[in-house]
């Protein structure tokens, strides 16, 4: 007889459904960003550069071409750093030089920001909802459309950062550093990143640092060593941007013309390389009694997570943003025409620095569709991007339902994230604060603080400022909308699920109700008018708000 054979059991692997839901929502943001509906409100429509493509993807048509001017300073967009140029180059080598190709690129960040969004949701908050909300609410978001169905960088920016943030809570620093670096290799706003990041590795740090608890002594030098190499990172830092400052046509020398920015830079740098210096004679002297190098666990805690700034967050990006400018040391042409040629063009890559910085400072030239970053959150001012025939429009307009309710959010999160602080006066006059600290309690606090550092900044720029500056914070803003929906979803009252629900359905009918007006569909005159509630004569005429 033939023996019988059993049959082959195959693990497949398990499908949630909030992977469903996910990807339900991702077809959704590829839907609103790419197709549209029919003709109008596809990606390739208007079929022409409008509002700054005309910088952007004009200067990333030169470089396709090999222009020997597209790296020159004037008479191109070269007053931000090089990467979504390249991008929008690389779409029209693989679409053709049409509008579809120019905005390929960006447009897939657009998507890819709702996939790190989720992760970074889920992640933070350890829940399904919170991502799933987090990944709807951007979609569902008119700002961000906007942004990334135009060519220029700050939907590039939106990406990268949401990434680099993602690896990093995540512990992958080699990733998180080269996705830092390509979102300043967009645009320099992307540089505020180092808010999170500084904030995740000192939480990181002090958290070890309980957990490395021992009976040993720590050494003097293991305190002077992550000192000093931490002075190092903050003098780097403020000697290039006071370097950067001074008039780019000035002999670009490092102690020329010195401010307060570069003194200041200057004396850290001597107080890190002596620390840094006495710290390794002291290592040095204790390897030559007993050829071993000890550490108690306090300072191997601190000196890896310092080390790992420095390597995953200051040299890693720095090489990715250098790689950038790759394309126009390769182009002889240009770099011959701006008097180096080849690899020895590096000079033109530090003059080219200086100059975007020399034109942002003083930038204060009046537009009639800037706002003031204070009135960012409340949405005062949008931007107009186009207008076509019949009423056919694109603003960058964010979802009320969403702009509206993220500052209580904010104020939701913070309150809860303190929820376990209390701090008391006592009569001694002296202020104590007792309580603890969990890590999702943490995770509140982290969302608020990075959002004020994203935002808050902007109030310091002297040159004229734009709501699309916004986009960063605005997306640690959905991250609080997100912990909110999930609190309200794990409520056990039903009052809570139907609140959240509704708040969803809310975000999702406003979207709707605002996609025409932010994706160039044709629109009747009646319908247009209530896209403007605010103007002069309309239903709710004011003078904070300006919509025109």
């Known amino acids: 007889m033939q023996a019988r054979t059993r049959p082959i059991a195959i693990a497949l692997p398990q499908i949630k459904v909030a992977h469903v839901v996910l990807i339900v929502i991702l077809l959704l943001a590829v839907l609103t960003r790419f ?299 240009s770099t011959q025409a701006m008097g180096d040629v080849g690899w020895t063009g590096l000079g033109q890559v530090v003059r080219q620095n200086r100059l975007a910085y020399d034109f942002h400072q003083s930038l204060r030239a009046p537009h009639p569709y800037s706002s003031t970053w204070d009135s960012w959150p409340i949405m005062a001012r949008p931007v107009y991007f186009y207008a076509g025939d019949h009423n056919a429009k694109i603003y960058a307009l964010g979802n009320p339902a969403v702009f509206w309710a993220s500052l209580p959010a904010l104020a939701f999160a913070l309150w809860q994230g303190l929820a376990f602080v209390r701090a008391r006066l006592q009569t001694s006059g002296a202020l104590s604060i007792r309580g603890s600290l969990p890590q999702n309690r943490a995770a509140l606090l982290f969302v608020v603080i990075s959002y004020l550092g994203l935002w808050l900044p902007m109030g310091l720029t002297s040159r004229v400022v734009f709501i699309y500056h916004y986009l960063p914070a605005l997306g640690f803003a959905i991250l609080a909308l997100a912990f909110s929906v999930d609190w309200l979803w794990k409520r056990e009252e039903p009052w809570g699920r139907y609140t959240a629900a509704g708040y969803l359905v809310l975000v999702a009918l406003t979207f709707a109700f605002f996609y025409p007006h932010l994706t160039a569909i044709p629109v009747a005159n009646w319908l247009d008018k209530l896209y403007f509630p605010f103007d002069r004569g309309n239903l709710l005429d004011n003078n904070l708000f300006n919509w025109e």
């Open 35 to 333: 197709v549209g509906f029919g003709f109008h409100g596809r990606l390739d429509q208007p079929s022409d550069f409008y509002f700054d493509e005309i910088y952007f993807a004009k200067t990333g048509q030169e470089i396709l071409h090999g222009d020997r001017a597209a790296w020159e300073f004037y008479g191109h967009e070269n007053t931000h750093p090089p990467l979504s140029k390249l991008f929008m180059a690389g779409g029209m080598l693989f679409f053709g030089e049409n509008s579809f190709g120019w905005r390929f690129f960006g447009a897939v960040a657009g998507v890819g920001s709702v996939l790190f969004m989720y992760l970074l949701a889920r992640r933070l908050f350890d829940s399904d909802i919170a991502g799933l909300a987090a990944a709807f609410i951007l979609t569902c978001e008119g700002l961000a459309l906007a942004q990334s169905r135009i060519a220029t960088p700050d939907t590039f920016v939106l990406f990268f950062l949401l990434a680099s943030v993602y690896f990093l809570v995540t512990q992958r620093f080699l990733f998180a550093g080269i996705f830092f670096g390509a979102g300043v290799a967009c645009k320099w706003i992307a540089a505020l990143a180092g808010v999170p990041i500084v904030l995740y590795l000192l939480w990181l740090l002090i958290t070890r640092l309980r957990e490395a608890r021992s009976e040993g002594e720590v050494k003097w030098f293991e305190v002077a060593l992550p000192s000093g190499l931490g002075a190092l990172y903050a003098g780097i830092t403020l000697v290039i941007v006071g370097f950067l400052s001074r008039h780019p046509d000035q002999k670009p020398g490092l102690f020329d013309s010195l401010g307060l920015l570069d003194i200041l830079g200057w004396l850290l740098l001597v107080v890190g390389i002596l620390s840094v210096a006495s710290a390794l004679i002291a290592l040095l002297s204790q390897y030559s009694e007993r050829r071993v190098l000890t550490f108690s666990p306090q300072g191997k805690v601190s000196l890896e997570i310092v080390l790992a700034f420095g390597v995953f967050f200051m040299l890693v990006p720095g090489f990715v943003y250098f790689l950038t400018y790759v394309p126009m040391l390769l182009n002889h042409p």
